[in-house]
């Protein structure tokens, strides 16, 4: 049985075994940090004050204090060491409904700076800590620094081993794609650090780019910057609290680095507890949240005992009464229940987790190693159970249900269920634009209206479709379109002695030219669409096929889609390109200087952000090759390929839509132009017009309407249909849209 070790040392000695005895410069690290040429000694009248305010101190010639310092300001506090003090005068501070007169009573603070009109009461202990101007510090049991203190960051300090450094295991359980915090990490650098495990002088060097971002020196002091609020809590060990921070109730705040501004103040509030971790700009944590080995990005919620481990949580992230273990999250992620847990998963942003889901189940491995990777959007419905391993295309959702094999559903778009009589697996390509085009299409909308950061170190793509979207849309076509054709020969009694994919898309092609033809954009409901038998293999770990729902509805919407997006950028880049087009024949002139080099590249999410590939094999190579020598260089990176992101994409819808008409540029004519221009048009009043019927059904449902007395009930409940704030923003968007068509006809 082990016994606590408790050592006995000499009294004169307490305050300065901080660093060891053998530096020269012990107040050096902390006069870098504070102004140590502005303090006096103390006077003789001061003292006597301070005496008779029932004041002790190991050394009166070790405390100092600044001009307009004020004896009377403190009471029953006991000075260790050098404890520096600024001006403490005849004033309050109030913070919501707490107001208190600036001064230091009954603390114990020891080698510590303290900032000009500071309220200090009633802390418990203090010891190396600088706290900066107008604070207050009220009810707290103990906020110490340590001499090894890292403040959250992966680095070892002089002397330590490099056992006690702390990784964040973030992707899978087992470490292997374990990446450092740093106080300036993006999605961006954790999806880097744990996607090119394979590159051996590639995670060396993002480990040494960490190690440069912090001091390895010991004995660096911990701050509390201006105007931050700290009350009724009870352990603070080695944070560094930005300023215009908030925190009230919290159990345990350890080796934390607390990102806070006056333009982004971050909150921490009742029951919290924080242990190894960087907590991002305007970040809200409450109601006994605990994390543990985490970052979390700007404008980020912790809240009803959410627990957050080994993971990294995007900006204008919300997670409530919930188990998140091991994950790598992009921005706008949402999971708000107390009965779901995400396990071990790469999720690419703007997704929603319902109640009672299961995602990533390592109970059918032989080792806790499996892994869930998700495209944006991903939205798993109520009571899901996913196993690892599983992969998914952006933006599908997941109808109810447990599903007993791992999945990789690689068309985007689609809603997966399983049929409630044999429980075969069925997926329904393209659901969102043909029943629920209100929700998608609102997205982009919906998620610049949640975006609160101020500082926006991370650019995040919002629109539905963009490169990667849509190259996951042409991938679903080569997956869909082979199989309708053999659904369509076997049900014509013609599949005998054909096996070759190209005779069975073409019987596809062929059919859809002919239904196509007359139909208007984004239909549903062709004849005999129903009675097709279209099966895949490998979209779950068994033996046997998946059924696709709405097949040739599908093709013809992504179709659409791809159509429309391709147009919509193109058009976008041409009248955002000086001179201002006015012309088709101008029009095409201007796309042929469009660089195609690289445009048949594979797009990379990027922690949110989209990014042709060769830009991201050029950034590894600069940072392997120590072109890139900082992580501020690495994010300098991406807001130079942000900025040019509109060229990249334009060289990509330009590229789909050679595709999709089959024609190359260099053959297109007025004609085709004109066809193409008409075509998207049509589609995007579509997709208003679907906006607004996908809603309406929420107010014409009968099962949806009976729970109210009359319409005045439900729309004072709901809102009218005709104010929806969304509605205004699309009808803008489209007139915004056919004025740019008209200006190319």
């Not at 299961?358 to 499996?370: E, Y």
Request: hydrophobic share 40%; aromatic share 8%; charged share 25%.
């Amino acid at each position: 049985m082990s016994m606590n070790t408790i050592r006995l040392g000499d009294l004169a000695n307490l305050t300065v075994d901080f660093l060891p005895r053998a530096c020269r410069f012990p107040y050096r690290s902390r006069n870098r940090q504070s102004d140590a040429g502005s303090y006096r000694p103390l006077k003789a009248e001061e003292i006597e004050i301070l005496v008779k305010n029932n004041n002790t101190a190991e050394n009166w010639n070790k405390v100092l204090v600044t001009r307009d310092f004020d004896p009377n300001r403190v009471r029953g506090c006991e000075f260790l060491g050098l404890v520096r003090i600024g001006d403490l005068g005849a004033h309050y501070l109030e913070f919501h409904d707490l107001r208190l007169p600036v001064g230091l009573v009954n603390c114990v603070i020891v080698s510590c700076d303290i900032g000009n009109q500071v309220v200090m009461r009633n802390v418990h202990l203090i010891a190396h800590y600088i706290i900066r101007d107008c604070c207050m510090l009220f009810n707290i049991d103990e906020i110490t620094t340590t001499n090894h203190a890292k403040f959250g960051v992966g680095i070892v300090k002089q002397g330590e081993k490099e056992n006690v450094r702390v990784w964040l295991e973030a992707g899978n359980e087992n470490g292997g794609r374990k990446i450092l915090p740093f106080e300036d990490l993006l999605p961006a650098d954790a999806y880097l650090w744990c996607k090119f495990r394979g590159n051996k002088v590639l995670m060396q060097r993002f480990k040494q780019l960490t190690e440069r971002t912090a001091d390895r020196r010991r004995g660096i002091y911990g701050e509390v910057d201006s105007y931050t609020v700290i009350k009724n809590c009870m352990i603070i060990k080695d944070a560094k609290i930005g300023s215009h921070a908030y925190i009230k109730g919290a159990n345990k705040l350890k080796n934390l680095t607390i990102l806070s501004s006056a333009e982004e103040p971050t909150q921490i509030g009742e029951g919290v507890e924080l242990v190894n971790g960087i907590v991002g700009f305007g970040s809200r944590i409450f109601y006994g949240c605990k994390a543990v080995r985490f970052v979390t990005g700007r404008n980020t919620q912790l809240k009803y005992g959410a627990r957050l481990l080994n993971s990294v949580l995007g900006d204008n992230s919300t997670v409530s009464c919930c188990e998140i273990l091991n994950n790598l999250i992009f921005p706008f992620h949402e999971q708000h229940h107390n009965n779901s847990f995400l396990i071990a998963t790469t999720v690419l942003g703007q997704s929603n987790i319902a109640a009672n889901a299961t995602i990533g189940s390592n109970h059918n491995s032989r080792s806790p190693d499996g892994e869930i990777v998700a495209g944006r959007g991903f939205w798993p419905g109520l009571g899901v159970s996913l196993k690892h391993n599983s992969r998914f295309a952006s933006f599908v959702l997941i109808n109810s249900g447990r599903y007993h094999h791992e999945l990789n559903i690689p068309i985007p778009f689609s809603l997966v269920c399983r049929d409630d009589c044999d429980g075969t697996l069925q997926v329904m390509p393209a659901y969102w634009f043909l029943y629920n085009m209100y929700a998608i299409a609102r997205n982009n909308w919906k998620f610049k209206q949640r975006d609160k950061r101020v500082v926006k170190a991370q650019p995040i793509a919002t629109d539905i479709l963009a490169p990667d979207t849509v190259d996951e849309m042409w991938a679903a076509l080569e997956l869909l379109l082979p199989a309708i054709g053999r659904a369509l020969l076997l049900k014509n009694g013609a599949l005998e002695n054909v096996t070759d994919d190209a005779t069975m898309r073409k019987a596809a092609d062929d059919h859809l030219a002919i239904i196509a033809r007359d139909a208007p954009p984004l239909q549903t409901g062709f004849k005999g669409e129903e009675e097709l038998q279209v099966v895949l293999a490998g979209l779950e770990n068994s033996r046997r096929p998946a059924h696709i729902l709405k097949p040739l509805s599908a093709v013809l919407a992504f179709r659409d889609m791809i159509l429309f997006y391709a147009v919509s950028e193109l058009v976008e880049f041409l009248h955002s390109t000086p001179p201002l087009i006015t012309g088709a024949s101008n029009a095409l002139h201007e796309l042929a200087q469009i660089d195609l080099r690289q445009a048949h590249d594979s797009w990379v999410n990027l922690g949110g952000q989209l990014v042709p590939r060769f830009a991201v094999d050029r950034l590894v190579d600069d940072v392997v090759h120590a072109r890139l020598t900082t992580w501020q260089a690495v994010h300098a990176r991406y807001q130079e390929l942000w900025q040019l992101y509109p060229q990249h994409k334009a060289g990509h819808a330009l590229a789909s839509l050679q595709k999709w008409l089959a024609k190359d540029l260099a053959d297109w004519t007025i004609q085709d132009w004109r066809t193409l221009l008409l075509r998207a048009q049509d589609v995007r009043r579509r997709i208003a017009e679907l906006t607004v019927l996908s809603r309406k059904k929420d107010y014409t449902n009968p099962f949806r309407t009976m729970v109210y007395e009359d319409r005045r009930e439900m729309e004072a409940v709901l809102g009218r249909l005709h104010e929806n704030p969304f509605f205004a923003y699309s009808e803008n968007e489209k007139e915004r849209f056919e004025k740019a068509i008209e200006a190319l006809m």
